[in-house]
């Protein structure tokens, strides 16, 4: 399970299977949003992220929604028009988080769904290996 990190085990066990369909807990918009909360939740304990911000709300299970990481990974590289939106719609005045702040939510959005593209495709890379389909790998 190396590749399994302790965010995606949280996310299993607070599952409605728990220790089923794993590889999809790890790829799926479905739970996506959950395990880029559990993340900040790690910065937040660490005080790595939203310093002096009330963020009770982003404590809750599934506050987190998958659409938020589009929206602000959607925002243009520098500005946080989006992510703003988002953190308010969190319940997080957006005038009380810094740019700094902004960009490193946007890392942690963008570092789950380009592992969760990976992965997906390392899975149809299998599938098409596995049916041997040569002139596609």
């Known amino acids: 399970n190396f590749i399994k990190t302790k965010w995606d085990l949280a996310v299993d066990e607070m599952s409605v299977n728990p220790g089923k369909q794993t590889f999809e807990k790890m790829i799926s918009g479905m739970y996506m949003g959950e395990l880029i909360r559990q993340v900040l939740v790690d910065l937040m304990k660490d005080d790595l992220i939203f ?31 989006r992510t703003r939106q988002a953190l308010e719609e969190l319940g997080i005045d957006p005038e009380e988080v810094s740019d700094d702040d902004c960009s490193a939510l946007r ?3 963008e570092s789950v769904s380009r592992r969760a593209s990976m992965m997906a495709s390392a899975g149809i890379t299998a599938l098409l290996k596995k049916m041997d389909y040569k002139d596609v790998v």
């Open 51 to 81: 310093i002096g911000v009330d963020r009770e709300r982003l404590l809750e299970k599934g506050s987190f929604f998958t659409r938020y990481a589009s929206e602000i990974e959607s925002d243009p590289v520098g500005d946080y028009t």
């Open 107 to 109: 890392y942690v959005c």
